[in-house]
């Protein structure tokens, strides 16, 4: 969907997820990325009144920084949505003797736990120039694995490593929604609609995928 600019973009994303949180009965599984773009749509939600103890919120990436951290994205999200509106968000631990493969796969129980009765209901992502999403970044490891939902990446273009939700996850789960905004991200979500980036592949599962962009990313697109 495009919509004009950014505030339309996170008004729509915000209503949307209003929406579909009304369409279910009962606990409601949201996976939430980092970014300035998701962050927009964060303090849009939080002018909409949601029931909020029925969301089970958790993070679709992070980087491997302590949780205080100003690159953290639970931080971010905390501070931005969940705090405010007094929902709880499952994080990652994070510890000196904690590797990150660890911290990756002790999320990964929790996230198997949260979903013991059925898949996500809603994958909130956003887009990198690159075409990455989440932190699934063009040539790492991640992008391969097909079994584990939630792992440690290697991203050697940002010299970090990074814990991300994996294809498995994300193809199963109900419905992914992408942000996009920027004359910036033009290019990738071009070669994303082409399916030739990370981000591009996240049509290859059973979920149903929404874009949300505005005109300048969708400058490129016929
Ligand atoms: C992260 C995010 C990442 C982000 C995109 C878009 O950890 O940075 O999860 O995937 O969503 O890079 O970020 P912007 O909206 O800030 O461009």
Redesign the pocket.
């Known amino acids: 969907m495009v919509h004009h600019g950014p505030s339309e973009v996170a008004r729509a994303a915000a209503d949307r997820i209003a929406a579909l949180l009304a369409e279910v009965d009962g606990p409601f599984s949201l996976g939430l990325?980092?970014?300035?773009?998701?962050a927009a749509t964060y303090r849009q939600l939080r002018a909409n009144s949601m029931d909020w103890q029925r969301v089970d919120a958790w993070l679709?990436?992070?980087?491997w920084v302590p949780p205080d951290d100003a690159r953290s994205?639970g931080r971010m999200v905390a501070e931005t949505l969940t705090g405010p509106v007094g929902a709880g968000l499952e994080r990652p631990r994070w510890s000196d003797s904690l590797t990150a493969g660890d911290a990756a796969a002790h999320y990964e129980a929790h996230l198997r736990s949260l979903h013991h009765a059925g898949p996500p209901h809603l994958i909130l992502?956003?887009?990198?120039?690159d075409g990455?999403?989440?932190?699934l970044f063009p040539d790492t490891q991640a992008l391969g694995e097909r079994s584990r939902w939630f792992v440690a990446n290697e991203v050697p273009q940002l010299g970090e490593v990074?814990l991300t939700t994996t294809y498995p996850l994300l193809w199963a789960a109900r419905r992914l929604m992408v942000?996009v905004?920027?004359v910036d991200?033009a290019a990738a979500l071009k070669e994303s609609m082409e399916g030739t980036t990370p981000a591009g592949m996240l049509a290859h599962g059973e979920a149903e995928v929404e874009w949300h962009v505005d005109r300048d990313a969708a400058s490129l697109l016929d």
């Not at 679709?60 to 980087?63: G, M």
């Not at 990455?132 to 932190?135: I, L, N």
């Open positions: 990325a980092g970014g300035t773009t998701p679709s990436d992070e980087r994205n992502l956003g887009l990198g120039a990455h999403t989440a932190s990074r942000l905004v920027g991200k």
